[in-house]
């Protein structure tokens, strides 16, 4: 990851549920998600870095369907923790992630 620190990077990643005859160079959705942790803990302290350093903000939250594994995953991951669930007409429910500024500091 050093080799990218100095171009602003966002990393965007998909899992799509394609099956190898319509999609062969998808590796299978196990690994996908393994990359994407990996990804998200390399860049993590600096993206999170950035937020705090830059906003008046103590906490920053993350909002995902409570389905999606990856992300949800990847909160855990780098420290943030479930602070709610909502009742969400479209996702039928959706979960809030949070990590504040001190806790960020103490990773």
Same mark, same amino acid.
């Given at each position: 990851?050093?080799?990218?620190?100095?171009?602003?990077?966002?990393?965007?990643? #998909? $899992?799509?549920?394609?099956?190898?005859?319509?999609?062969?160079?998808?590796?299978?959705? @196990?690994?996908? $998600?393994?990359?994407?942790?990996?990804?998200?803990?390399?860049?993590?302290?600096?993206?999170?870095?950035?937020?705090?350093?830059?906003?008046?903000?103590? #906490?920053?939250?993350?909002?995902?369907?409570?389905?999606?594994?990856? @992300?949800? @995953? #990847?909160?855990?991951?780098?420290?943030?923790?479930?602070?709610?669930?909502?009742?969400?007409?479209?996702?039928? $429910?959706?979960?809030?992630?949070?990590?504040?500024?001190?806790?960020?500091?103490?990773?």
């Amino acid at each position: 990851m050093g080799l990218v620190n100095d171009f602003g990077q966002f990393w965007y990643l #998909t $899992i799509m549920p394609y099956e190898k005859d319509i999609e062969p160079g998808v590796p299978d959705k @196990s690994e996908v $998600i393994e990359a994407f942790k990996y990804l998200s803990r390399a860049v993590w302290v600096e993206a999170c870095g950035w937020v705090f350093e830059n906003t008046k903000y103590d #906490t920053i939250y993350s909002y995902m369907k409570y389905t999606n594994v990856a @992300s949800y @995953s #990847t909160a855990l991951a780098n420290g943030m923790k479930k602070v709610k669930e909502y009742p969400d007409p479209k996702n039928e $429910i959706s979960y809030a992630y949070a990590i504040t500024r001190k806790e960020w500091e103490e990773l």
